[in-house]
């Protein structure tokens, strides 16, 4: 994709030219061993055979503790994570950093249930945000609530069923976690992005972000909700909760995303029998996604807003209000974000060209993270065009490397 757009005066209002297409700065940072090792993977991974059986052997190899983690660390988990530890995953953040593309740090783990656990993931992600604070390169950390609470739990908050006493000091628990790390994101400068979870479990999630906003939001965005735009309400829900933060006086923050569960949502629907959460195609999707970049740009005094996406026409949708509305290309209220390993074409492109833009990068034990790799490979399989338009980019490098 590429437009030519008039900038900003702040660039003397002279003609530049945005593209997406542009092979040479999407892989400079790769050497032509990695380019050819990415060509590679992505072609297995557009193989939907090999992708549904990989999917479900590998978990079930790693549960039997069979040898398989180099097989894995060295292929899938090499691509879309930054490490194991925090200190592996800084070559790559410090890498990414060299082209002016910042780092959302995560770490990666799911599927946990016990309270030390969630004790033990708490800590992870204080360290994590002690060690990324001398770091201007990481703004961002991710968690994942489910990280730090049972889903069972979140499901009776959810259904509105009365807590018994010992659910509602668990409860309390969580909150006391999410305090913690949330005012350590608060007191290191950085800023914490609540991922989305599945739509019967989102509204404790939606609540407790909204508490952790009124406490640490008003100065600067620290606490980011994600808006999952596949389902139907959620662009009435982003409108809602900017009157909540204009009435509160605080500053929503909010990373959009289309959304990662469509399957499981659909899936559950029609076996519980009620209407389906999920936008009935994907234009509709694409319309509310476009709609609420829409909404947060031209609100965006009061809105901090992260575009989390691989969508070529969201993201230059975006970048092109900041230039027509001769706004500066790095706003401090408006960044961009790309999965680590996907999307090269856009993320340093727009990182070229001045604006804020991030790279999502999970680190962990590679055992831990598989749950998260699974589900990228699913997702790239089912998006449709995605992996043909990612082979394109890299054999169109490679061969502009072979001239």
């Known amino acids: ?79 879309f994570c930054g490490g194991e530890t925090l200190n592996e995953s800084l070559q790559v953040i410090k890498k990414l950093s060299k082209f002016n593309v910042g780092t959302i ?28 604070g001398p770091e201007k390169s990481i703004p961002f950390l991710s968690l994942k609530v489910t990280g730090i609470a049972r889903f069972y739990l979140l499901e009776k908050l959810a259904d509105n069923e009365k807590l018994s006493e010992s659910e509602t000091v668990e409860w309390n628990r969580v909150k006391g976690r999410m305090h913690r790390i949330c005012k350590c994101a608060h007191d290191n400068g950085k800023s914490m992005m609540i991922d989305a979870e599945e739509s019967w479990i989102q509204k404790p999630v939606d609540d407790l972000v909204e508490e952790m906003s009124q406490f640490y939001n008003k100065e600067r965005a620290v606490v980011y909700n994600t808006i999952q735009h596949y389902c139907h309400d959620r662009l009435a829900f982003l409108k809602s909760s900017l009157e909540k933060a204009k009435r509160d006086n605080y500053l929503l923050a ?15 629907a029609l076996k ?33 807003v992260c575009v989390a996406s691989h969508n070529e026409k969201s993201n230059m949708l975006a970048a092109k209000y900041l230039i027509d509305n001769n706004m500066p290309h790095n706003h401090s209220h408006v960044h961009f974000s790309q999965l680590l390993g996907m999307s090269d074409h856009i993320t340093f492109n727009l990182a070229k060209d001045g604006f804020n833009v991030t790279k999502y990068v999970p680190y962990g034990p590679v055992k831990d993270v598989v749950p998260y790799l699974m589900r990228r490979a699913q997702e790239n399989t089912s998006v449709s065009g995605q992996m043909g338009r990612e082979l394109s980019l890299l054999k169109k490098e490679l061969a502009r490397r072979k001239k």
């Not at 995560?106 to 030390?116: I, L, M, N, P, T």
């Not at 289309?258 to 499981?264: D, F, H």
């Open 254 to 268: 909010v990373k959009l995303v289309r959304g990662a569960y469509m399957e499981k949502e659909r899936a559950r």
């Open 105 to 132: 740090l995560d770490y990666g783990v799911e599927g946990k249930q016990s309270d030390a656990d969630f004790d033990h993931a708490t800590d992870e992600f204080v360290t994590a945000i002690k060690f990324s």
């Open 1 to 79: 994709m590429i437009l030519y757009l008039p900038t900003s005066a702040y660039l003397q209002n002279q003609i530049i030219m945005l593209s997406f297409d542009n092979t040479e700065n999407a892989f400079a940072y790769k050497t032509d061993k990695e380019l050819r090792k990415s060509n590679f993977l992505f072609k297995l991974i557009n193989n939907n055979v090999l992708v549904n059986i990989g999917t479900r052997l590998t978990p079930i190899a790693f549960n039997l503790r069979l040898p398989i983690k180099s097989i894995v660390k060295t292929t899938i988990y090499d691509h």
């Open 272 to 304: 519980m029998n009620y209407q389906s959460p999920i936008n009935s195609d994907k234009t509709a999707t694409d319309n509310d996604y476009n709609s609420g970049v829409e909404f947060c740009l031209q609100n965006i005094n009061s809105i901090s």
